[in-house]
């Protein structure tokens, strides 16, 4: 099992900035992949960027280059840091974690934090 809480939402003016953070309850390298993921409202929930256990992190196209996905192994978290924000970054955004245990790959969820961006 793996609990995983977020913190770092919250409403920002367009052209700002915010970090989200996602506390994992066990150690980074136990587990194969940490993601970020947002829902905005009507829409289907997507991926916006993972970091695989050995560092490799992906994007979607849309953000590259505005976000960045990091972690702190000591702390057992991972970052979203979100700059120039647009207000179709407005969302809720969900931390995702895969871990491999008992012979299959496990997805686990945070709760959610909202991010609105809006002047």
């Known amino acids: 099992q793996v609990q995983l809480v977020e913190s770092g939402g919250g409403l920002v003016q367009p052209g700002g900035s915010l970090r989200l953070s996602c506390a994992a309850s066990k150690s980074l390298f136990s587990i194969y992949r940490m993601s970020w993921y947002r829902q905005a409202p009507g829409k289907q929930r997507e991926l916006v960027a993972s970091?695989?256990?050995?560092?490799?992190?992906n994007y979607k196209e849309s953000i590259k280059g505005r976000f960045t996905i990091s972690r702190d192994n000591a702390k057992n978290t991972v970052y979203l840091q979100m700059n120039s924000l647009k207000p179709e970054d407005t969302a809720v955004y969900y931390c995702?974690?895969?871990?491999?245990?008992?012979?299959?790959?496990?997805?686990?969820w945070g709760q959610g934090t909202q991010v609105t961006v809006s002047s």
């Open positions: 995702n974690a895969v871990d491999y245990s008992g012979g299959s790959y496990n997805n686990y």
């Open positions: 970091i695989t256990s050995g560092g490799d992190a």
